[in-house]
């Protein structure tokens, strides 16, 4: 595992995503509910959290629920919006002592209105945080990111407010979900599974990869830094060669 000592400071990425996979297969293994799974996953949250914003990392998104979601078990997914009301509140003191801001990204209006309720307060409380700014994507995906986003982009055009040809990466950029942040430079993904699952599908056009075999409760600060230091070792060409690069 990395040791803080092997971290380069002055190449910490700017956003870093990061899809928290193995909660279930966690608590399978050790004869639990998958809910226990989720339950047990706070602490690697909380170390995630508290280890980017002492390293540097601006943003850090967390897919926490996404709209596919909604097909597990109902009991499941009852359970995960109890355990995301009570995290939240029980968090809320934590991101304020760290000047952590936490926002949201999602169709969070289809979640249960506890939750959002929760969410909102925890926002408005941390708005003045300016250490880190911690990302929920609740009941997102990166389909009905883009979705939304083309509705929007329809409705300003059939209004006369946009030509469609000044429409542009963008404009396009600025009417998504993350508006405002940069793109992640960085995918962390537990649990060994080689996808994206529909995750910041636009936003993750040049972000590094890095896929790690430890299930999400399993994962602490070093696997975070791990993953920093993988991330630190690659060259990021953007198309370029390595050539173009070394004479930039």
């Excluded at 706070?42 to 596919?68: P, Q």
């Excluded at 009991?75 to 995290?87: C, D, G, I, K, P």
């Amino acid at each position: 595992m990395a040791e803080r000592a092997e971290i380069d400071l002055s190449n910490i990425p700017a956003h870093v995503a990061v899809i928290m996979d193995g909660n279930g297969r966690w608590a399978k293994q050790r004869g639990g509910l998958r809910v226990f799974g989720h339950q047990s996953a706070i602490t690697s949250v909380r170390d995630t959290v508290e280890e980017a914003a002492e390293l540097g990392v601006k943003f850090v998104t967390l897919y926490a629920f996404s709209t596919e979601n909604w097909n597990r078990p109902a009991a499941e997914v009852m359970a995960l919006m109890q355990l995301l009301v009570h995290t939240i509140r029980k968090e809320t003191s934590t991101l304020l002592k760290n000047s952590v801001r936490l926002q949201a990204i999602g169709d969070l209006k289809s979640l249960p209105a506890s939750c959002q309720r929760e969410l909102a307060e925890a926002i408005e409380l941390t708005k003045a945080g300016s250490r880190m700014t911690l990302v929920l994507a609740l009941s997102y995906s990166g389909r009905w990111d883009l979705t939304q986003a083309a509705q929007r982009l329809a409705s300003e055009v059939a209004a006369g407010r946009l030509q469609p040809e000044a429409i542009t990466e963008t404009t396009i950029t600025n009417y998504l979900a993350t508006a405002g942040m940069p793109d992640p430079e960085l995918l962390i993904r537990t649990s060994g599974e080689q996808r994206i699952s529909n995750f910041l599908l636009w936003q993750l056009a040049y972000t590094e990869l890095y896929i790690m075999p430890v299930l999400w409760p399993d994962f602490r600060r070093s696997h975070f830094r791990e993953a920093l230091r993988a991330y630190q070792s690659r060259e990021r060409r953007f198309g370029k060669t390595s050539e173009q690069l070394s004479v930039s």
